[in-house]
Nanobody, 126 residues
Framework: QVQLVESGGGLVQAGDSLRLSCAAS????????MAWFRQAPGKERDFVAG????????NYTDAVKGRFTIDRDYTKSMVYLQMNSLKPEDTAVYYC???????????????????WGQGTQVTVSA
């Protein structure tokens, strides 16, 4: 069983930065993929960024490229999402997710991930 716990959300102004953290219980095996998704009110849960645990390959949705950075700390079993130049449209609940099976491409569909955190709210005011 894996537990994921997010932290770091909050209320900020447009242009500000936030760093989200996700703590994974135990030490994720090398084959997993970690990802951040977000869900705004009334909308589906969308892929934001993903990273392979072993090799650090990354993938980002176009809306956050150049502004967000995903990273992991293998020794601490942590995954981070550095969010810069935040926009009001980034407002959502952000979820950390883990997928056991490694694939050539980082999966972006939420139903392909096996474990989820409880989410952390990010609110960006104009």
């Amino acid at each position: 069983q894996v537990q994921l716990v997010e932290s770091g959300g909050g209320l900020v102004q447009a242009g500000d930065s936030l760093r989200l953290s996700c703590a994974a219980s135990g030490r994720p095996v090398s084959t997993v993929t970690m990802a951040w998704f977000r869900q705004a009110p009334g909308k589906e849960r969308d892929f934001v960024a993903g990273i392979t645990w072993s090799g650090g390959r990354t993938n980002y949705t176009d809306a956050v490229k150049g502004r967000f950075t995903i990273d992991r700390d293998y020794t601490k079993s942590m995954v981070y999402l550095q969010m810069n130049s935040l926009k009001p449209e980034d407002t959502a609940v952000y979820y950390c997710a883990l997928r056991w099976k490694l694939t050539v491409t980082i999966r972006i569909q939420s139903n392909e991930y096996d474990y989820w955190g409880q989410g952390t709210q990010v609110t960006v005011s104009a």
